[in-house]
């Protein structure tokens, strides 16, 4: 299984950058596609998630209204569009897969059990 983050860069604040992450390996139907980040000296937060579907997302009160998820099940790729981007997210983006469970929040990096290697966003003031 492997999950394939790209779409990282360096871009001015108030910018937008999208972001994609491939898997392949094994089918995906099911499961849940999480984005998270880790800024340098910080631990790995939560950034949003999307269900097998798209009918259900969720996301970090800090990305809320800025940030959308959306999947193309086809192509077994998640998105994550990242608009009026600010210096504090600057970070490693990755993107995880898990599938889906009754009572898991899909918040904490704990409840995923695939994750890509990362893409680097770089936002400049």
């Known amino acids: 299984v492997q999950l394939q983050a790209s779409g990282g860069g360096l871009v001015q604040a108030g910018g937008s950058l999208r972001l994609s992450c491939e898997a392949s390996?094994?089918?995906?139907?099911?499961?849940?596609m999480g984005w998270f980040r880790q800024a340098p000296g910080k631990e790995r937060e939560f950034v949003g998630a999307?269900?097998?579907?798209?009918?259900?997302?969720y996301y970090a009160d800090s990305v809320k209204g800025r940030f959308t998820i959306s999947r193309d099940n086809a192509k077994n790729t998640v998105y994550l569009q990242m608009n009026s981007l600010r210096r504090e997210d600057t970070a490693v983006y990755f993107c995880?897969?898990?599938?889906?469970?009754?009572?898991?929040?899909?918040?904490?990096?704990?409840?995923?059990?695939?994750w890509g290697q990362g893409t680097l966003v770089t936002v400049s003031s």
């Open positions: 999307i269900t097998w579907s798209g009918g259900s997302t």
């Open positions: 390996g094994r089918t995906f139907a099911g499961y849940v």
């Open positions: 995880a897969a898990t599938p889906y469970r009754r009572g898991y929040y899909f918040k904490f990096d704990y409840e995923f059990n695939y």
